[in-house]
């Protein structure tokens, strides 16, 4: 299934994959919203990453926000190139050994490579679609609550796309008190505020229901929920040109790569 109708977006359960297709191919996207998703996602997984997984995820959202720092982002990125790839031979074995063994930490390490450079598996999108199919639990645990937090993700950082509050509210109508809330929160990514903002919301007469229930009732945000950045007129999920022509057949010959690397 590439294209979802509303009722399947709305019943899709556990499967972050297929909600971030439907984005990407139907042009329900912004390239920094997909790098978000894969930040989050690699965050999710940093306790199997033996790398400074923490300060890799800083670049790669400040990389996001087109805030990073060049020597940064290329200091981090050879750090996980040098981690995956070994220049010294010895190294290298053993360490393709240990992944082969362990398959969830390279998994949990090519995370953050996506996160802090998509163009690895060609855009923004492609790499949000392949962390949401990475394994990054052992065989003997259950991947259901990975997954349930991946389409949790998802729907906090995508606004339904068959609904999108976007086309029902102009930020640039917003009080400057709710954006100064809304910017408060951006900065200290302090989403326990978000109930108050609902509250400031209804009260400057902005009540749309699906924006005061996000705030309310949704307790896993993450940077680039849809709320804050609707309220900061953030690259919310405008409607702009599909990221690939949305061509099922010609989509489904494209394989993610979710392989090890060549043992040389
Ligand atoms: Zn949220």
């Known amino acids: 299934v590439l294209s979802l109708s509303e009722e399947e977006w709305a019943a899709c359960r556990n499967d972050a994959a297929t909600l ?11 390239s920094r919203k997909f790098r978000l998703f894969c930040c989050a996602a690699a965050r999710r997984v940093s306790h199997l990453n033996e790398l400074n997984a923490d300060e890799l995820l ?3 959202e400040a990389d996001a926000e087109g805030k990073a720092d060049t020597a940064d982002l290329a200091k981090a990125l050879a750090q996980v190139d040098e981690y995956m790839h070994p220049t010294n031979s010895r190294v ?6 240990r992944f082969k063994a362990q398959r969830w930490r390279w998994n949990a390490v090519y995370a953050a490579l996506l996160a802090l450079a998509p163009s690895r598996q060609a855009n923004e999108w492609r790499s949000a679609v392949c ?12 991947p259901a609550a990975e997954l349930s937090a991946r389409e949790a993700l998802v729907r906090d950082i995508f606004e339904d796309p068959f609904r999108p ?4 509210i102009d930020p640039k109508q917003l009080s400057t008190a709710v954006i100064a809330m809304a910017q408060g929160i951006a900065a200290d990514q302090a989403f326990d505020r978000l109930p108050i903002l609902a509250d400031a919301l209804e009260k400057s007469g902005f009540g749309d229901p699906a924006v005061l229930a996000h705030c309310r009732e949704c307790s896993a ?8 950045d609707l309220l900061l007129d953030l690259g919310v999920a405008l409607y702009v040109e599909p990221v690939a022509p949305p061509d099922a057949a010609a989509y489904n010959r494209t394989r993610i790569n979710t392989h090890l690397p060549p043992c040389r």
């Open 20 to 30: 971030l297709e439907h984005l990407g191919l139907s042009g329900w996207h912004t």
């Open 58 to 60: 800083r670049v790669a």
């Open 131 to 142: 962390i949401a199919k990475l394994v990054t639990w052992p065989p003997e645990e259950s």
């Open 221 to 228: 945000h993450a940077r680039g929920c849809w709320v804050v």
């Open 165 to 168: 509050a976007s086309q029902r």
């Open 92 to 97: 290298r074995r053993r360490r393709y050994a």
